[in-house]
């Protein structure tokens, strides 16, 4: 535990135990855990600020009756408490702040050098899910991004459409996908586990089920699943061909467009639909047969099948290994 | 004459028409003051429904209370109402307007009809604004409203279109009521007013309107640039072309955080006029405050990029920023030392309007803290555009913005009404909004620092999220509460409250020493001043009295009011204001049907509307008080045009900015397949143009030493170079637009919309010009001239900026 955090009251340090997987106040690597001692710092300092406003405050009215401050002190000290309170204390302060966060912290949280990390991923952003590309690998996927633990990665961010935000919480800090240029983002994690992320710029009627998650695995298990992501996929369906090779891409078949996420490995995937729904036969029945209910006006079309069809289509996509 | 019966002379002067009709012509700043703050309350009702519906939506996790679709407008037009239509009327319009002739001693605002347009065109843009739902097609891209998702491509119905167009509308509104807020506060203030007597509210209202006024243009240009994007074709924003989707941020940043201050300096205003009343004592630390007041706007334009953080840009533009929005927490600690340490010395009672303030600093101190957690970019990168956001500014907008309204409404009321609101119920309904603020903005920092991003219309469970959540609706629906007893409060007390008299409180400024609810007239006389807070300087008030009963500044010879000079406040002349018209009203409405067909793109028609429009102006300015010409210089006229000038200005800057801005992004600029434009014909046009300031000048010279047959010579002369001008150029702008062709490049559309806009300022002002060939022709009158005189200074703006253009031109060929 660091001293930042030793400040902290046990109430509010309960915070960082709770909730999910997509809390800033769980840092699970470097460039996020400055982040989170920067701010647990400024909010110990803001609690002694508030504190001090609130007593003069609460002052003013238990001597409402006293036209004075204690010990009868009048105007001169008052003008004093506004130039030294006011004034100096502040901008003391917020020279220590400038110069922690935005010189310290910040090259903590840089985006890295171009070639500075030993893998790169691109990233780009769909109105409404995540495209993920290994760079020196052939394997695609989309809103998991698997990465070797303790290993400095970096992602460069792109959009086809809309501005999107790419943010993992517990990781580092965000960063926008802008148009016509590349961001890049510096990724680590300390230890294995799940991270969740969000698209946090508004990006149209989905924004809000813009998920994606962040795989962070030893680095033989991270070989082993590339190595297998980069695979074609074993066999094409006619089903398939027909009703999805619109959008979808399986690579080794037929089906190669980019509309929507390739589909490949599909089935080794933890979610549907940018971690709305976790990918299980009934969660999957529901978002093929219905996907403008699921996560309404996303770009999937309901497509009209016959029962038949929608079982051997559905039972061809869980093949997707 | 007995006092009694001027008195009532004066109240025969000033009545106006009475029953409804007087309503829709009333030029009185008191009646357009309590018709903003109705109007205003209708938005703040709308907006507050919206938050109440999105509250529901989100009171748990995977709910469909409504579609995905109609969150969007919900929340859009949430951000859009409550700053565009409550705030910035309710501030400047309702409060600004009603309170600040009072405070400096005027009898009106300096220009009466303008502020009614203010007003009407504030109600039209409303009304089209809200038409969008009719329609099922609000605005739906986020009050920001980033591009490239706001462009067609992305959002084809007219969501955007009324957006553009009814905030383009809306800040025709806005620049007006600011501009005669600040000629009235430099030109209006009565004899001995000097700066350093100044009411500490005046202070802050001009603080915001002077923002406005230079905050304004960057949002009405971006606006522009969307439309013409979005229905024309040209290009901005998309990079394919050479634009950027940054620059709309940067623009709409540009105006946007000025805006913050916008908003919140009124409420600094108010809580400095409710303090020292409750507290028996002056203000602490007066001339600091004033001060920061005006630091705070100042600075407020150099910290607009601390949104974009998250955007990717340099690490050197981060650290200015930073540092930037670091020195803008001085001015605002400052006044909450002050405020603090006027408490303190004085022995204050802690009525309504009082504890309403007092919650006022604990959330702007909350709201403030957050806020400066902001400055540290990599906290900013962490958590902008999550929860945490959302709840640091509504500390701000609505715990330091609206808690000051809410206790300056209880605060005013016995003034505007003359009746006393009901004190129990008051603290009731400071309780429980208190409370209901608390429970919905403070859970948000939580949540947002959990990783709950903002816009969404919903969100999963197992994320640590649900029952702050819920804790927020349940504090959304007990503020709401809060408000409704507060309206309840009003309707009661207006029926059935007690008689205020003059002066419930002990306040100290001018407004509390007139009857309650004031008199059409305002003040029997002009009173005297030799303080900040006259009210408390007895032998001042008996000076009043000395004078009215002398008849000495009763000044009851028409609708008569001081103006004095800028700095000292010294009696410069006797104005006689225009008396009630039809025209402001007349004119919103043609001006909100030409909206209408914009927005449906009836081009011809909507330009028909704007020209009818204009005969709606000539109408306006045929009628004209009957005074003698006399000397002036720089009168309340020339303060206006300068102050005009100086919006239309940086509205020029604001496209030559993109222009290189642009510029800085293309390697190729202009591109190179397009002819580059000419050098002679423009260089000689604009050298002729740009002469005839000469004329002008003369023009305005001689009008004002009443050489009538000169000055209509010199300006015949100047208008018919300038319609020469004109006539050229458009002909050549209308046989060129196709080669340059907007629809094909970034670098054509900036150009050919600095060319346009150019030229659309040149009509304005042959328009101008040919009005006073016809008026000065057979006769100068007071108004004729100080009209001149405006028209000669927008002449010499004019050709300055047209030479600008030139220079951009030209530089087509370095």
Redesign the interface.
């Known amino acids: 535990m660091t001293r930042a955090t030793l400040l902290v009251p046990p109430l509010v340090l309960a ?1 960082a135990g ?3 997987n ?4 769980n840092p699970a690597g470097h460039p ?1 855990r ?2 989170t001692q ?2 647990w710092v ?1 909010f110990g300092v ?1 609690i002694v ?2 504190g001090l ?2 007593f ?2 609460f ?3 238990v ?7 204690p010990g009868g002190r ?2 001169r000290t ?2 004093q ?2 130039l030294g ?3 100096a ?3 003391v302060l ?1 020279i220590a ?2 110069i ?4 310290f ?2 090259r903590s ?2 985006a890295p050098a171009k070639g500075s990390t030993a893998l790169t991923i691109k990233v780009i952003g769909h ?1 409404w899910w995540w495209e993920v590309r290994y760079g020196n690998s052939t394997a695609v996927t989309a809103n998991e991004i698997h990465i070797p633990v303790g290993t400095r990665v970096g992602v460069v961010l792109t959009t086809v ?3 999107h ?1 790419f ?1 993992v ?1 517990e990781l580092n ?4 996908t ?4 590349e ?1 890049r983002l510096l990724l680590i994690a300390d230890h294995p586990g799940v991270y ?1 992320g ?12 813009m998920a994606v998650e962040v795989i962070a695995e030893p680095k033989p298990q991270f070989d082993a699943w590339l190595a297998h992501n980069a695979r074609p996929a074993a066999r094409g369906n006619t089903l398939f061909a027909q009703n999805c090779s619109g959008c979808h891409e399986i690579r080794g078949t037929p089906a190669r467009a980019d509309v929507g996420p390739d589909l490949t490995h599909f089935a080794s995937r933890r979610t549907i639909a940018a971690v709305t729904l976790p990918n299980t036969p009934q969660n999957l029945r529901e978002w093929l047969r219905d996907p403008q209910h699921v996560k ?2 996303n770009r999937m079309p309901n497509l009209e099948l016959g029962n038949a069809d929608w079982t051997a289509l559905q039972r061809y996509v869980e093949s997707l290994r | 004459m007995a006092v009694v019966d001027r008195i009532e002379h004066l109240e025969e002067l000033w009545l106006e028409r009475p029953g409804g009709l007087g309503w829709l012509t009333t030029v009185d700043h008191k009646r357009i003051g309590i018709l903003y703050f109705w109007t205003t309350i209708v938005f703040f009702a709308a907006g507050g429904t919206e938050a109440l519906l999105m509250r529901t939506q989100l009171a748990q996790p995977d709910q469909t209370v409504v579609s995905p679709e109609t969150y969007d407008q919900l929340m859009t037009m949430h951000g859009v109402t409550m700053i565009f239509f409550f705030i910035i009327p309710m501030t400047t319009g309702a409060f600004g307007n009603y309170l600040v002739p009072l405070m400096i001693g005027a009898r009106d605002m300096a220009f009466p009809r303008l502020n009614a347009l203010s007003y009407w065109i504030f109600l039209g843009s409303g009304i089209f604004m809200y038409s969008s739902f009719l329609v099922g097609q609000a605005p739906n891209a986020g009050w920001f409203d980033y591009v490239p998702l706001a462009l067609r491509q992305y959002d084809g119905g007219l969501n955007i279109d009324f957006y553009a167009l009814g905030l383009i509308f809306s800040g025709v509104a806005s620049t007006a009521g600011a501009l005669n807020l600040i000629v009235t506060i430099f030109k209006l203030r009565a004899p001995g007013m000097s700066w350093n007597r100044m009411p500490l509210f005046c202070f802050a209202l001009l603080a915001a309107s002077l923002s406005l006024i230079f905050a304004l243009p960057a949002l009405t240009v971006d606006c522009v640039f969307l439309e013409l994007q979005r229905k024309l074709g040209f290009h901005f924003f998309d990079v394919a072309h050479g634009g950027d989707p940054l620059l709309w941020q940067h623009l709409f940043w540009i105006f946007g955080h000025p805006e913050v201050y916008i908003i919140v300096l009124p409420a600094f205003g108010i809580a400095t006029s409710i303090i020292p009343t409750f507290a028996r004592r002056r203000m602490v630390a007066f001339p600091l405050v004033a001060m920061a007041e005006l630091l705070v706007a100042f600075i407020g334009f150099g910290v607009w990029a601390h949104h974009m953080f998250a955007t990717g840009l340099t690490t050197t533009t981060l650290v200015f920023f930073a540092a930037a929005s670091m020195m803008v927490v001085v001015p605002s600690t400052i006044q909450i030392y002050a405020w603090l340490m006027t408490v303190n010395l004085g022995t204050p009672d802690f009525r309504a309007p009082l504890m309403f303030i007092g919650g006022f600093i604990i959330f702007f101190v909350l709201g403030g803290l957050s806020g400066i957690m902001f400055a540290a970019v990599p906290f900013d990168q962490a958590t902008t555009d999550t929860y945490f956001v959302v709840a640091h500014f509504h500390f701000i907008i609505f715990g330091a913005a609206v808690f000051p309204l809410l206790g300056g409404i209880y605060y005013w009321f016995p003034k505007v009404t003359g009746r006393m609101y009901d004190e129990q119920l008051a603290r009731w309904s400071f309780w429980l909004t208190f409370v209901g603020t608390s429970l919905t903005f403070f859970p948000m920092h939580i949540v947002g620092l959990l990783g709950m991003t903002r816009r969404v219309y919903t969100y999963r469970h197992g994320l640590g999220w649900d029952a702050y959540n819920l804790v927020e609706t349940i504090g959304g629906f007990i503020l709401a509460a809060g408000l409704l007893l507060i309206a309840f409060n009003i309707v009661r007390s207006l029926r059935s409250g007690e008689p205020a008299g003059r002066d419930p409180f002990y306040g100290g400024t001018l407004e509390w020493t007139i009857p309650s609810p004031p008199p059409h007239y305002n003040f029997a006389v002009i009173p005297t001043v030799s303080s900040p807070y006259p009210n408390w300087d007895e032998p001042d008030r008996e000076e009043d009295l000395r004078r009215l009963a002398q008849g000495e500044l009763v000044l009851d010879g028409g609708h008569e009011t001081p103006a004095t000079t800028v700095n000292d406040a010294e009696l410069a002349e006797i104005l006689d204001m225009p008396p009630e018209s039809p025209w402001p009203i007349v004119l919103s409405l043609v001006v909100t049907i030409a909206a209408f067909f914009l927005l449906t793109e009836h081009y011809v028609t909507a330009a028909f509307f704007l020209s009818l429009a204009v005969l709606a102006l000539a109408g306006w300015h045929a009628a004209e008080p009957d005074t003698l010409p006399v000397r002036t210089a720089r009168s309340k006229g020339w303060w206006g045009a300068v102050v005009f000038v100086a919006t239309e200005a940086t509205l020029f800057g604001t496209i030559v900015g993109t222009y290189i801005y642009l510029r800085l992004q293309n390697a190729h600029w202009p591109p190179p397949n397009v002819p580059k434009p000419p050098v002679l014909t423009p260089t000689l046009l604009t050298a002729a143009l740009v002469l005839t300031s000469i004329p002008m000048y003369i023009a305005s010279r001689a009008a004002g030493e009443g050489r009538r047959a000169t000055a209509w010579r010199a300006i015949t002369v100047a208008f018919v170079v300038q319609l020469a001008y004109l006539i050229w150029q458009v002909h050549d702008f209308v046989h060129t637009v196709h080669v340059y062709d907007p629809q094909q490049s970034a670098w054509a559309s900036v150009f050919v919309t600095l060319l346009g806009a150019d030229h659309l300022h040149v009509l304005a002002g042959v328009l101008f010009s040919a009005w006073f060939v016809l008026r000065i022709r057979s006769r100068l009158t007071r108004y004729r001239i100080v009209g001149l005189q405006g028209t000669a200074f927008y002449w010499h703006a004019v050709n300055v900026i047209t030479a600008v253009v030139l220079v951009v031109q030209l530089s087509t060929r370095l």
């Open positions: 915070l709770c909730g999910g997509q809390n800033t106040l996020e400055s982040i920067l701010f400024m803001a600020g508030f406003i609130m003069l405050l002052l003013g009215w001597r409402r009756e006293q036209p004075n401050l009048g105007e008052a003008v408490i506004v309170f006011g004034v204390l502040p901008i917020l702040l400038f922690w966060s935005d010189f912290v910040m949280t840089a109105q459409d809309v501005i935000s943010w919480p800090r965000k960063v926008d802008i148009p016509g240029t961001n969740r969000q698209c946090a710029e508004f990006c149209g009627l989905q924004h809000a089920n309404p006006g």
